[in-house]
C-alpha cells in the first residue's frame, strides 16, 4: 500500500525547511566567527591603575589592529594607522557622527592627493581611554565606514606592543 500524496508533500516541506533552518544557523555562526577574526576587539578590554588606563587590542588574522571606537557617544570601526597624520573619517561617517566639516585641505592618501576637510572630534573613547578635542580630517574617498586612528590621536597615548597585541595606555 502506498502512502497518500498529501504525506509525501508535507514531508518534502518539512524537509526543505529543516535544510533551510540548518543552512541559515550555519551561516549565522560562521558570520559570527569570521567577524570576530576580522575584528577581534568588538569589545575592548581596558584597565585602571593608580596612575594609567589601559586598553588592549589583539591583531586580526591580517596583521592589523582593529576595534570600535566611541565618537561623541556613538560606536564606529576603526583601523589603527600610524601613518595618518590625523584621525581620518570618510565623508559618509562624519555625516553619521555629526562632525562638521571645516577648513579645505589638500591632503596625500594611499589613492593619491584629495581634498579634504579639518574638523574635531569632542570625545573618542577606547575602552576606558578618553580623549577630547582630537583632530580629524573629513576624506571624501575614503572607502569603507571604519576610521582610520591616527597619529592626532595615537600621539595623545603611550603604546607598546608584544606578540600579536598593542597595549595603549593613557596616563591619569
Not at 575592548?44 to 589592529?65: C, D, F, M, P, W
Not at 565623508?91 to 571645516?102: I, T, Y
Request: net charge neutral.
Amino acid at each position: 500500500m502506498q502512502a497518500p500524496e498529501v504525506s509525501s508533500a508535507f514531508g518534502k516541506f518539512f524537509t526543505l525547511i529543516t535544510w533551510l533552518l540548518l543552512a541559515g544557523a550555519l551561516f549565522w555562526f560562521f558570520q559570527d566567527y569570521l567577524s570576530k577574526q576580522q575584528n577581534p576587539n568588538q569589545q575592548l578590554q581596558s584597565s585602571v591603575s593608580a596612575n594609567e588606563i589601559t586598553t588592549k587590542l589583539a591583531r586580526n588574522r591580517a596583521g592589523h589592529y582593529l576595534g570600535v571606537a566611541l565618537i561623541n557617544g556613538k560606536p564606529i570601526d576603526f583601523l589603527l594607522d600610524t601613518g595618518a597624520t590625523t584621525v581620518a573619517i570618510s565623508a559618509s561617517a562624519a555625516a553619521e557622527l555629526g562632525l562638521p566639516k571645516g577648513a579645505e585641505m589638500r591632503v596625500a592618501t594611499a589613492n593619491g592627493v584629495t581634498t579634504a576637510w579639518r574638523s574635531e572630534i569632542a570625545e573618542l573613547k577606547l575602552g576606558l581611554i578618553t580623549l577630547h578635542n582630537v583632530p580629524a580630517s573629513i576624506v571624501p574617498n575614503l572607502a569603507g565606514s571604519e576610521i582610520l586612528l591616527g597619529m592626532s590621536a595615537l600621539k595623545q597615548l603611550e603604546f607598546r606592543q608584544q606578540g600579536n597585541e598593542l597595549t595603549l595606555i593613557q596616563r591619569i
